[in-house]
């Protein structure tokens, strides 16, 4: 505090991003990437058709349910939208089933029939990559995220005070100049996305916020559980009459449902089906609402009578609800997606820039800059590992979706494995090589990957670019052609650092000799 109120901002503004830069980097690439994952979800198992009729889906997944499990305890039914890969079947064994029989779900395709597909993670991987990180308990790396996450908020905040021409600084950029290009193009991407940045970190943490902050639950409700009943309270339960009786057509409750909602159903539960007791439970979507929070509807399954709706929620509910839901962007249409994964694509460029404004900074003080203190070194070569690294190593998780053989045993964790293969080879890359090459070739790598897994579509796959323009299919077109844009822009970027030619500077010590 001795420099000034500014100056020591500045200074919680560089050690606070640097800090948690490289995780905060993953957590924004593999977020902005989760913004498309229903289109990823598609791309990622080309056999499964194009879901034209959501109606027809369940029709014909009751039908499935009923041939394939018409004494179970109860089913749970996704209802697809036109964007998902596939529809999907659950169902929970009743008493008297086989104990050894394990299968008990289902991929349903555009009519509602069984359909086998590779098995993946697609891009449900990355949204969920982005909080739960991977290899690691689910609430250690919950954690990780937030506390990096509270680094993040504090990181603008004081940027924000350390700039105080921070908006006369965005219409600025002078290329050429080394550290002041950096900080340049640094602040513009900050500034261009101020709004989003601010919005995502906060609502960021308040998704979290129970796992951060349960002390007001942990005194107030001796039984966790009674505290979920209270937020999220359930239709009352019937108990089963042991009379069969014919369930009633699905799709005309799926009808009435979403008449009732003014919205779209996401998921339909049935308990006790065949028996005169059953209970058709109805989901909303989050898909076109704000709030993650959405009602539901219990109707009898023998009569498809209404018979139980969700009280409307709470004022704090609704806010806490409206809050996940800027989050995930669920609510957003194809236009409004668009801008979360520009302004995404801008919150990981502000990292990125940051963390390696750091390494630009800090060489030009050096006393010799051929010979950077092992700290300096470090830091300059997990740049190049997580911010050239990373993102290859995402392209190659794609390329293992189509290249792993369809019969692998734990197909889908292979896929995962072979990026974390290939991010680890990376990262040794980027220690055993010159910087200047090592930011050359990674970040050519990424864009040859980028390129061809559009063209490799054309040739392995009936679902490659030309096929799906087309058909009109704007998903499947929209992932490839955005796989290419990205693949050209990494191009540009490896083509400049390699043609870019830094000042000379002597050493400290020479010019003082």
């Known amino acids: 505090m001795s420099k000034g109120f500014r100056q020591s901002q500045a200074t919680l503004h560089t050690w606070s991003g640097l800090l948690v830069g490289w995780v905060l980097f993953i957590v924004f690439v593999t977020g902005t990437a989760a913004y498309w994952r229903e289109a990823l979800n598609r791309w990622a198992q080309p056999e499964l058709p194009r879901i034209e009729s959501p109606a027809r889906v369940v029709r014909g997944a009751q039908a499935l349910l009923q041939r394939e499990a018409p004494d179970a305890a109860s089913w749970f039914i996704t209802v697809p939208s036109a964007q998902s890969a596939s529809g999907s079947v659950f169902w929970v064994p009743g008493a008297g089933a086989p104990p050894l029989r394990s299968e008990t779900s ?16 697609g891009g449900d991987f990355f949204y969920r990559f982005h909080f739960d990180l991977h290899y690691v308990p689910y609430y250690v790396a919950r954690w990780v995220v937030g506390i990096c996450a509270m680094f993040m908020l504090v990181a603008i905040l004081s940027g924000i005070v350390t700039h105080k021409k921070i908006f006369r600084d965005f219409f600025t950029f002078r290329g050429g100049r080394g550290q002041r290009s950096w900080l ?12 989003f940045h601010l919005m995502i970190t906060y609502t960021g943490l308040v998704t979290l916020m129970t796992l951060l902050m349960p002390w007001a639950a942990i005194a107030n409700y001796s039984d966790p559980f009674s505290f979920g009943r209270l937020l999220y309270p359930d239709a009352p339960a019937a108990a089963r009459a042991n009379r069969p009786a014919p369930l009633v057509d699905l799709a005309t409750v799926l009808r009435d449902g979403e008449r009732r909602l003014g919205a779209r159903v996401d998921i339909i539960s049935v308990t006790a089906p065949g028996d005169a007791a059953a209970r058709i439970l109805l989901s909303q979507s989050t898909h076109g609402t ?14 498809g009578r209404l018979l139980w709706a969700s009280a409307p929620p709470g004022a704090t509910m609704v806010t806490a609800g409206a809050m ?4 995930a962007g669920r609510f957003a249409d194809s236009a409004i997606r668009w801008v979360y994964f520009l302004c995404g694509i801008g919150g990981s460029v502000m990292v990125a820039s940051g963390l390696v404004l750091w390494s630009v900074k800090r060489r030009e003080k050096l006393p010799d800059p051929a010979r950077p203190p092992f700290g300096f070194r470090l830091v300059e070569r997990l740049n190049i590992g997580f911010v050239a690294g990373f993102p290859a190593a995402m392209v190659g998780y794609l390329w293992a979706n189509r290249l792993l053989p369809l019969a692998l045993p734990a197909r889908a964790e292979a896929e995962i494995n072979a990026m974390f293969v290939l991010w680890g080879a990376l990262l040794l890359h980027a220690f055993l090589r010159q910087p200047r090459r090592a930011w050359v070739e990674q970040l050519g790598l990424t864009a040859a990957l980028l390129v061809a897994l559009p063209l490799f579509d054309i040739v392995a796959t009936s679902r490659g670019l030309p096929a799906t323009i087309a058909s009109g299919d704007a998903t499947l077109a929209g992932v490839d052609l955005t796989l290419l844009a990205l693949g050209l822009g990494y191009a540009a970027i490896a083509r400049r650092i390699h043609r870019h030619a830094p000042a000379m500077r002597r050493s400290r010590s020479r010019a003082t000799a």
């Open 184 to 195: 340049d193009g640094h602040n513009a991407v900050a500034v261009l996305g101020l709004p």
């Open 324 to 327: 996940i839901g800027l989050h």
């Open 106 to 121: 289902a991929l349903i395709d555009a009519n509602g029939a069984k359909v086998v597909a590779r098995a993946t993670r």
């Open 290 to 303: 704000l709030s993650s929070l959405t009602p539901r509807l219990s109707y009898d399954g023998v009569s």
